[in-house]
């Protein structure tokens, strides 16, 4: 990097990146000036955002004090076979431009990777995606220049300078960059206010979101309007452990990405993520031109809630199958191959009739049986295979309302939830051979089952004609339970309670 000379011309060139997918990737900003038409030509796949830089550099550097070079000036952004995007090689550009027309100091700008829009007036504007940058500065060794982000995250061993206005820089690059500030904490962070406590009558329910939440297993609550499905859903994140710092660096990345808030996952809160059932593909999974991810993405170490599971498009859910047992989802285009992280706690909410009020106990249910048998067929398919446990929820009585009653909190939960993730990984680890629970193959034995409990499925089984696959679903809810007791093999009343939570559609499997 830096002065080199070429075909008795100066070539001055900087470190950059731009954003491909969740990851910031490394360009090398190359500036010729030369004699001919004055202007600026940009090559290098660059998009329509890039190509407008020209525009705003001239303005900048006027508005700053600077002269604009009467050369033809070639910025070549390197390398390139890799389309380039976004405003954030504003800044890099303008730098090389001013050091390759002596306008600026050249020392210290070899070891600076540059980020920022440029304003008219040569003030340098934030982007999306400073985490990412930031990583990428890491693992190059050198230090992020870019200016001063609402929100700043500081992730160790990265040297963060920022750069307000253009000006400066004549003093040079160590003299006119200062450190990242950290902006005060907020005194609250989102959603930390919401308390299991505060659900009145569904003991039933929080046991099986206890159970889900220890087991990583996808649970689905059915029930009619005003029963509480989204109360409990939006409180989820409330009992999950904490989030571990790797999955946390990867969902802050993403978020900065997309250019979302990133308040609660600093202060700690995993994601939540609910979106609306007319949600299309791409935005689901990710995609769009260019590549950004999607709301399973954006959901990664946290909760994806899909309300109305009903009222969403058969394809739209089809494309969870394959990120939710890989963890991770892979967009192929022309240009490449994206892959995004894509590990979530999934709930799911539906009512259980088009009208809402099948099975309730106070209000009637409207709907003709055949109407009630196509939206079931809804929720059945591949992807409810991906679903452990189901929950019916129902309205609480109304003077347990009034009374203010109370029953488990969060915090009661939580350690439930700890509890048996903890016994599942020192059980896991004692084995030779480890059995991965989650998978939809497999032996029985692998659960360990003592002979009660295999009796009693064998039962169930038969009494209720479970096929293979909802036998091993059963026995994944029930070895979760018996985790969460801190028992060893799998016992009758285990396998009894992982019964009350198996979905009705595993009695016509």
């Known amino acids: 990097m830096g002065q080199r000379a070429m075909s008795g011309y100066g070539v001055f060139a900087v470190h950059a990146a731009c954003v491909r997918g969740v990851e910031a990737v490394p360009v090398t900003v190359e500036v010729s000036m030369a004699d001919g038409l004055p202007g600026i030509s940009i090559v290098g796949m660059a998009d329509s955002s890039v190509l407008e830089a020209r525009g705003r550099i001239r303005c900048a550097l006027r508005s700053a004090g600077y002269s604009v070079p009467r050369k033809s000036i070639t910025v070549n952004l390197a390398p390139g076979d890799m389309r380039k995007t976004g405003s954030g090689l504003d800044l890099p550009i303008a730098v090389a431009i001013l050091a390759a027309s002596h306008q600026i100091p050249a020392r210290g700008i070899d070891r600076c990777l540059f980020v920022g829009e440029l304003a008219l007036d040569g003030s340098v504007c934030p982007v999306r995606g400073e985490v990412a940058y930031q990583m990428l500065a890491r693992e190059r060794g050198l230090a992020l220049v870019s200016p001063q982000a609402d929100t700043h995250v500081h992730i160790e061993g990265i040297e963060h300078g920022c750069l307000a206005h253009l000006g400066p820089l004549r003093a040079g690059i160590d003299e006119a960059v200062s450190a990242a500030r950290q902006p005060p904490e907020s005194s609250t962070a989102p959603d930390e206010t919401l308390d299991f406590s505060d659900v009145v009558g ?104 899909l309300d109305e599971l009903s009222e969403f498009p058969s394809n739209v859910l089809q494309t969870l199958r394959q990120p939710m047992e890989a963890g991770s989802v892979r967009i192929v285009r022309v240009e490449g191959a994206y892959t995004f992280p894509a590990r979530f706690q999934l709930l799911a909410a539906s009512n259980p009739c088009p009208c809402g009020y099948l099975g309730d106990r106070e209000v009637p249910c409207t709907c003709a049986p055949s109407a009630i048998q196509r939206y079931r067929a809804k929720l059945a398919g591949p992807l409810a295979d991906r679903i452990d446990i189901s929950i019916d929820v129902f309205r609480p009585d109304p003077e347990a309302i009034v009374r203010g009653a109370q029953g488990m909190g969060s915090a009661e939960m939580r350690a439930l939830v700890e509890a048996g993730r903890a016994y599942r990984r020192s059980r896991e680890s004692a084995h030779a051979a480890c059995h991965d629970i989650r998978g939809t193959d497999g032996a029985i034995a692998a659960f360990d089952l003592d002979e009660d409990a295999g009796e009693t499925l ?52």
Not at 204 to 232: D, F, H, N
């Open 202 to 305: 569904q003991e039933v329910a929080k046991r099986g979101m206890v159970i889900a939440a220890a087991g990583e297993l996808g649970l689905l609550m059915v029930g009619s309007p005003g029963s509480g499905k989204t109360m409990l859903a939006r409180r989820m994140t409330s009992i999950l452990p904490a989030i571990d710092e790797r999955a946390r660096q990867e969902a802050l990345c993403i978020h900065s990405v997309c250019g979302e808030d990133l308040r609660g996952l600093l202060a700690g809160t995993r994601p939540f993520r609910s979106p609306h059932h007319s949600i299309s593909a791409a935005g689901l999974v990710g995609g769009g031109r260019p590549v950004r991810p999607g709301e399973i993405s954006l959901a990664h170490g946290g909760v994806l809630f």
């Open 458 to 509: 064998v039962a169930l089984a038969r009494g209720s004609h479970l096929t293979g696959r909802a036998m091993i679903r059963l026995c994944r809810i029930a070895r979760t339970i018996a985790d969460i007791a801190q028992e060893a093999l799998v016992r009758r009343d285990h396998i009894l309670e992982a019964s009350m939570f198996r979905r009705s559609s595993d009695d016509e499997a």
